[in-house]
């Protein structure tokens, strides 16, 4: 199965690199800059599931791409995905499949316009890495997993064949018959772990020992919950559990990507995280991080 893996950074560079490792026939879409570091210093993963250094791995650049892949796992930002979508569109054909890997659920809507619905899965991944200023990607948690499957739930034959595909890779996979569910489950996640992060400019441990600090984790959690219930995918008690321990953990240094981004003074996916969330429901502590989000963008927009 060729696989076209759009970005090499934190999230494409790990998966794709992982399914590279174990001998699968991939090719890293990539900016001049990033082809560069790779063709000199290969692509490097840092992680305590093991580290490997892949020397030369496959890269192509969009202006030379000019053949059709079985399958396009799509690992960009939400905000940057309408040139993404301009620099992979020649290498999808009649039969390609594309897996998008972001967070949210407003590039199904933009995929679906520019490919057909039939064409696109849906995906969700369980990571937290960056790439740090060496070009290495760094994995720093203790989950690595990719979700997905055909959105009206069937068990297709092309959900078998990416399921065989990742088979064997150093990675978790679950081929999901309700991926919409698992996607709703995760953004609800992200949504609290970046508006409680983003919001305070602290991480979890640090948040949860301030006073008021658990209950404002708690509370928006509760609040994405209930806009999650309002769309027709209330969170399971099990998810819902797991994810209080993890975002009221005494101690914990978990922090969102978003976070990160602000702190790096780069542009944030306020709008397709937190915006769209609160497009579909109400949450009074949802809208003051919208605006605490807005209000960064703002004032980043009049430095540059």
């Known amino acids: 199965m060729r696989t076209l893996v759009v970005g090499a950074g934190a999230v494409g560079g790990y998966f794709g690199g992982r399914l590279l490792e174990t001998g699968r026939d991939v090719t890293f879409l990539v900016r001049p800059r990033r082809g560069h570091e790779l063709h000199t210093s290969g692509l490097r993963i840092k992680s305590r599931f093991g580290d490997v250094t892949i020397s030369q791995p496959p890269t192509i650049l969009a202006l030379d791409l000019d053949r059709h892949f079985d399958l396009v796992l799509l690992s960009?930002?939400?905000?940057?995905?309408?040139?993404?979508?301009?620099?992979?569109?020649?290498?999808?054909?009649?039969?390609?499949?594309?897996?998008?890997?972001?967070?949210?659920?407003?590039?199904?809507?933009?995929l679906d316009e520019r490919f057909g619905a039939e064409s696109v899965l849906g995906g969700t991944v369980f990571i937290a890495a960056t790439l740090n200023d060496n070009g290495e990607i760094v994995h720093f948690n203790d989950r690595h997993g990719v979700t997905f499957g055909e959105r009206d739930g069937r068990m297709s034959d092309r959900f078998a064949t990416i399921d065989e595909l990742m088979?064997?890779?150093?990675?978790?996979?679950?081929?999901?018959?309700?991926?919409?569910?698992?996607?709703?489950?995760?953004?609800?996640?992200?949504?609290?772990?970046?508006?409680?992060?983003?919001?305070?400019?602290?991480?979890?441990?640090?948040?949860?020992?301030?006073?008021?600090?658990?209950?404002?984790?708690?509370?928006?959690?509760?609040?994405?919950?209930?806009?999650?219930?309002?769309?027709?995918?209330p969170l399971s008690e099990a998810y819902l559990e797991t994810s209080r321990s993890i975002l009221t953990a005494e101690g914990s240094q978990m922090t969102a990507s978003m976070l990160r981004d602000i702190e790096g003074g780069g542009p944030i996916e306020a709008d397709h995280i937190i915006g769209d969330l609160l497009a579909r429901g109400d949450s009074p502590l949802l809208r003051i991080v919208y605006t605490a989000l807005k209000a960064y963008e703002a004032r980043r927009k009049t430095k540059n």
Do not use: M
Not at 98 to 110: A, K, M, Q, S
């Open 167 to 233: 088979d064997g890779a150093r990675f978790d996979h679950l081929a999901s018959p309700k991926i919409l569910h698992e996607i709703w489950q995760k953004w609800v996640f992200l949504a609290t772990l970046a508006g409680s992060t983003c919001l305070t400019r602290a991480a979890i441990g640090d948040i949860v020992a301030a006073p008021g600090g658990r209950e404002l984790v708690l509370g928006l959690l509760a609040e994405c919950q209930s806009i999650a219930t309002g769309a027709g995918y």
């Open 76 to 110: 960009c930002k939400a905000y940057d995905l309408d040139n993404a979508i301009a620099s992979f569109a020649p290498a999808v054909g009649p039969d390609t499949v594309v897996l998008p890997l972001l967070n949210g659920i407003r590039h199904l809507d933009i």
